[in-house]
């Protein structure tokens, strides 16, 4: 569970990040000011006594690795399979006469494989064509900074405009994705194999900049982990633009599918349809509206660009983290207004926590001496970084990610009793979210030595202040 946790390291959340998505990309750590430290690998590799560096693997290594490759479209899978207009596993007995009634024909079209293409097309020419300040991001190893262009706000509402009112002038319903969601997520899958080739292929061309974690040597783990840190074609900076473009605002578009499916069926869009795709579609915004605040994830300035990332946000984020809305098309639990609305509440309450956290910490991040955050405390480490202890910061050391977990337990919750399915999300986010705490215990740790320590004693708890 913890290897398929890992395969969308977002944001939320993203924005993801992960996210994660996890983003997946949406969480960030840790909670500091002073970003011009270059960019490094969250861990030296380990050394045989004979002095010959060894490589440090994560996801149990190449054997690892290829098994979540050949996983993680089957989860997929599974989920499509586990709940739908076919039925849904409501106890173990009744898994394997649901998966066997599941209707897993076509799983290829070449139709909805064309949407995919075009899709990831449009926002790689959004990305390069849209106006919007261009900022740099962190400074690499070799002393440069690139450049990223900030327009993703924008792309959101177009592509959301576009997907409402222009499909029906091309006769098709925005329901369609719905009768066609497995295609579309097998395209989907197939289109991120193909770009993690070809991202691969950019990572042997000169000069091109290498994530340290994806020069193991080993053909099988670098092609999953990431070879190349920043592939870029031209001004496509490939793996920021997929970060939060053709993947989480597809997670929006499919939402908004699937609430007109169920108002074509039932004739009206229930409550706790409003919730979910409400809720989520905040959440898209929400990442696309901070776009530059994925420019100091790990995503970014560690990780390079591989199966692991490519996978996570054009197949995962969509066709996972859209589970609950295809759920309610069929399966509505028809819940009480107060219920619902305690459910949104929940929603709200998450999204005040991880908004208000992120927040705080870039403002913190840009200028200390805002008037918004000079109040903070923090501590100063030896690598010249300031580390937060007071507000959301000093409660907790991934108050965020707490607040990003609240949002998706509410998520599922509007679909009442369903399925267990409908509860994947939150179980899966909790263990991504403790194993991608943990990787920055160790990249902090690794990072500022005995300060992180030192910091560690001054905010004890991880999540939840005074208990975890």
Same mark, same amino acid.
Request: glycine share 10%.
């Given at each position: 569970?913890? /290897?398929? @946790?890992?395969?969308?390291?977002?944001?939320?959340?993203?924005?993801?990040?992960?996210?994660?998505?996890?983003?997946? @990309?949406?969480?960030?750590?840790?909670?500091?000011?002073?970003?011009?430290?270059?960019?490094?690998?969250?861990?030296?590799?380990?050394?045989?006594?004979?002095?010959?560096?060894?490589?440090? $693997?994560?996801?149990?290594?190449?054997?690892?690795?290829?098994?979540?490759?050949?996983?993680?479209?089957?989860? &997929?899978?599974?989920?499509?399979?586990?709940?739908?207009?076919?039925?849904?596993?409501?106890?173990?007995?009744?898994?394997?006469?649901?998966?066997?009634?599941?209707? =897993?024909? %076509?799983?290829? *079209?070449?139709?909805?494989?064309?949407?995919?293409?075009?899709?990831?097309?449009?926002?790689?020419?959004?990305?390069?064509?849209?106006?919007?300040?261009?900022?740099?991001?962190?400074?690499?190893?070799?002393?440069?900074?690139?450049?990223?262009?900030?327009?993703?706000?924008? #792309?959101?509402?177009?592509?959301?405009?576009?997907?409402?009112?222009?499909?029906?002038?091309?006769?098709?319903?925005?329901?369609?994705?719905?009768? !066609?969601?497995?295609? /579309?997520?097998?395209?989907?899958?197939?289109?991120?194999?193909?770009?993690?080739?070809?991202?691969?292929?950019?990572?042997?061309?000169?000069?091109?900049? /290498?994530?340290?974690?994806?020069?193991?040597?080993?053909?099988?783990?670098?092609?999953?982990?990431?070879?190349?840190?920043?592939?870029?074609?031209?001004?496509?900076?490939?793996? !920021?633009?997929?970060?939060?473009?053709?993947? =989480?605002?597809?997670?929006?578009?499919?939402?908004?599918?699937?609430? #007109?499916?169920?108002?074509?069926?039932?004739?009206?869009?229930?409550?706790?349809?409003?919730?979910?795709?409400?809720?989520?579609?905040?959440?898209?915004?929400? +990442?696309?509206?901070?776009?530059?605040?994925?420019?100091?994830?790990?995503?970014?300035?560690?990780?390079?660009?591989?199966?692991?990332? !490519?996978?996570?946000?054009?197949?995962?984020?969509?066709?996972?983290?859209?589970?609950?809305?295809? &759920?309610?098309?069929?399966?509505? %639990?028809?819940?009480?207004?107060?219920?619902?609305?305690? &459910?949104? #509440?929940?929603?709200?309450?998450?999204?005040?926590?991880?908004?208000? +956290?992120?927040?705080?910490?870039?403002?913190?991040?840009?200028?200390?001496?805002?008037?918004?955050?000079?109040?903070?405390?923090?501590?100063?480490?030896?690598?010249?970084?300031?580390?937060?202890?007071?507000?959301?910061?000093?409660?907790?050391?991934?108050?965020?990610?707490?607040?990003?977990?609240?949002?998706?337990?509410?998520?599922?919750?509007?679909?009442?009793?369903?399925?267990?399915?409908?509860?994947? $999300?939150?179980? $899966?986010?909790?263990?991504? /979210?403790?194993?991608? #705490?943990?990787?920055?215990?160790?990249?902090?740790?690794?990072? $500022?030595? @005995? *300060?992180?320590?030192?910091?560690?004693?001054?905010?004890?708890?991880?999540?939840? %202040?005074? &208990?975890?």
């Amino acid at each position: 569970v913890t /290897l398929l @946790a890992h395969s969308t390291m977002l944001r939320p959340t993203r924005a993801s990040p992960r996210l994660a998505g996890l983003k997946p @990309a949406r969480s960030q750590s840790p909670s500091r000011a002073g970003g011009s430290t270059p960019a490094t690998s969250s861990a030296k590799p380990a050394r045989k006594a004979g002095g010959k560096p060894q490589p440090e $693997y994560e996801f149990g290594g190449p054997a690892g690795a290829a098994g979540v490759m050949l996983l993680l479209p089957l989860v &997929i899978c599974f989920l499509y399979a586990g709940c739908g207009k076919h039925g849904c596993i409501r106890l173990p007995e009744d898994a394997l006469d649901v998966l066997a009634a599941a209707p =897993l024909a %076509p799983l290829w *079209d070449w139709t909805a494989a064309a949407v995919v293409a075009g899709w990831t097309a449009l926002h790689f020419l959004l990305y390069v064509a849209l106006p919007g300040p261009r900022v740099e991001g962190v400074v690499l190893a070799d002393g440069s900074r690139l450049k990223y262009p900030m327009n993703g706000h924008l #792309a959101f509402w177009l592509s959301l405009a576009g997907f409402w009112h222009g499909l029906p002038l091309l006769g098709c319903k925005q329901s369609w994705v719905y009768d !066609a969601y497995l295609p /579309l997520a097998t395209a989907a899958c197939a289109l991120s194999v193909a770009l993690s080739v070809w991202s691969h292929a950019l990572s042997y061309l000169p000069n091109t900049p /290498l994530a340290e974690g994806g020069q193991t040597g080993n053909p099988v783990y670098d092609f999953f982990i990431g070879r190349p840190l920043n592939p870029r074609i031209g001004s496509l900076d490939l793996k !920021a633009c997929c970060e939060l473009r053709p993947g =989480l605002v597809g997670w929006a578009v499919l939402n908004l599918g699937l609430a #007109a499916k169920q108002h074509e069926q039932q004739g009206e869009v229930s409550w706790s349809m409003v919730a979910v795709v409400g809720g989520q579609l905040l959440y898209v915004w929400d +990442a696309l509206y901070s776009e530059q605040a994925i420019l100091t994830t790990m995503d970014i300035t560690t990780d390079g660009f591989g199966f692991m990332l !490519a996978f996570g946000d054009l197949a995962w984020v969509p066709f996972t983290y859209s589970l609950q809305a295809r &759920i309610l098309v069929d399966h509505d %639990p028809r819940l009480p207004a107060p219920a619902v609305a305690a &459910i949104a #509440a929940l929603g709200a309450l998450g999204y005040v926590v991880f908004r208000g +956290a992120n927040s705080q910490k870039d403002a913190f991040r840009r200028d200390p001496s805002d008037p918004a955050v000079s109040h903070l405390q923090w501590m100063q480490t030896k690598r010249g970084t300031k580390l937060l202890v007071s507000g959301w910061w000093g409660a907790a050391r991934k108050i965020n990610y707490t607040g990003d977990w609240l949002m998706g337990l509410s998520w599922s919750l509007a679909c009442g009793a369903a399925s267990p399915v409908a509860y994947f $999300y939150p179980v $899966y986010f909790a263990v991504l /979210l403790v194993h991608r #705490a943990l990787r920055d215990d160790h990249f902090c740790a690794t990072k $500022y030595g @005995a *300060d992180w320590e030192a910091y560690k004693r001054r905010v004890p708890f991880v999540f939840v %202040p005074g &208990i975890l």
